[in-house]
């Protein structure tokens, strides 16, 4: 499967931007899907992921860094091969190339370890 992000940009502190991430290649069924985050210098951090919900389109049970919990929700769409990261309440910490990428074993897990395929990142910036 090959991702790709999108939907990156400026935004102002307190704003909203929602990121997208498309699969081609083969169906997202059964893989757990995340979004991870990185500024330069730093490691890649986890910000949220979804699960696969078997015969769901929409649903799969989710995790969220605590520094992104009640700001941002991840949802995927199964039919469209998408998933999304809507992203709330913007701060400028939240600048960073955001990444997508693929868990096989179709869980929400957190670390980067589980996750096989990334796409190329989308860069976010936020303004104060």
């Known amino acids: 499967v090959q991702l790709q992000a999108s939907g990156g940009g400026l935004a102002q502190a307190g704003g909203s931007l929602r990121l997208s991430c498309a699969a081609s290649g083969r169906t997202l069924s059964n893989y757990g899907m995340g979004w991870f985050r990185q500024v330069p210098g730093k490691e890649r951090e986890f910000v949220a992921a979804?699960?696969?919900?078997?015969?769901?389109?929409?649903?799969?049970?989710?995790s969220y860094a605590d520094s992104v919990k009640g700001r941002f929700t991840v949802s995927r769409d199964n039919a469209k091969n998408e998933v999304y990261l809507q992203m709330n309440s913007l701060k400028p910490e939240d600048t960073a190339i955001y990444y997508c990428?693929?868990?096989?074993?179709?869980?929400?897990?957190?670390?980067?370890?589980?996750?096989?395929?990334w796409g190329q990142g989308t860069l976010v910036t936020v303004s104060s």
């Open positions: 979804i699960g696969w919900s078997g015969g769901s389109w929409t649903g799969g049970l989710t």
């Open positions: 990428a693929a868990n096989p074993t179709g869980g929400h897990d957190m670390g980067v370890q589980w996750y096989r395929t």
